[in-house]
């Protein structure tokens, strides 16, 4: 079991007296060095909606990799002019907390970013697919089992 991190932030919808609750649900990642002796460390943010984990260019140059095609990635606007260039592969990880509960290494489907304006995002493919989700968020505590 791996204990993830519940982020929130206060949020004001511009224009309007509506504020909410900003959260995110994140999880302590690790993928695999290039070099293979240990992984390079970084936090994502589990989405739900994303088939596939995404992967900011910075980070993809440092860790192992298989690159098998290029594809433009789009989230919920489908135009093509907001759609991000990215390389398709494979990398292995790992997830983990802070109290050192690890997973078995994964080896998983991945975008690699050819940018840094996107952060690390966890999607379903190789990875919430082998895990029960518990978000218990009137008590702050949620888990992968």
């Known amino acids: 079991m ?6 929130t932030s206060p949020f004001e919808v511009p224009d309007s007296k509506t504020k909410l609750d900003f ?12 070099e293979g002796v240990g992984y ?5 943010i589990i989405d739900t909606g994303a088939y596939v984990t995404v992967i900011p260019k910075g980070l993809s140059e440092r860790i192992d990799k ?4 290029n594809y433009k990635m789009k989230g919920l606007n489908s135009r093509d002019e907001c759609a991000i260039p990215v390389a398709v592969g494979k990398t292995k990880c790992v997830l ?19 940018s840094d304006e996107v952060p690390v995002i966890i999607g379903f493919a190789d990875i919430l697919t082998k ?4 978000i218990d968020y009137p008590n702050k ?3 992968l089992i």
Do not use: P
């Open 2 to 7: 791996i204990e993830l991190i519940i982020d």
């Open 23 to 34: 959260v995110r649900i994140k999880c302590l990642i690790g993928f695999k060095e290039k």
């Open 40 to 44: 390079r460390l970084a936090e994502g």
């Open 66 to 69: 298989q690159i098998t095609g």
């Open 96 to 114: 983990f907390d802070k109290s050192a509960n690890t997973s078995e290494e994964l080896e998983i489907a991945c975008y690699f970013a050819y």
């Open 131 to 134: 895990f029960k989700i518990s």
């Open 141 to 143: 505590k949620a888990f």
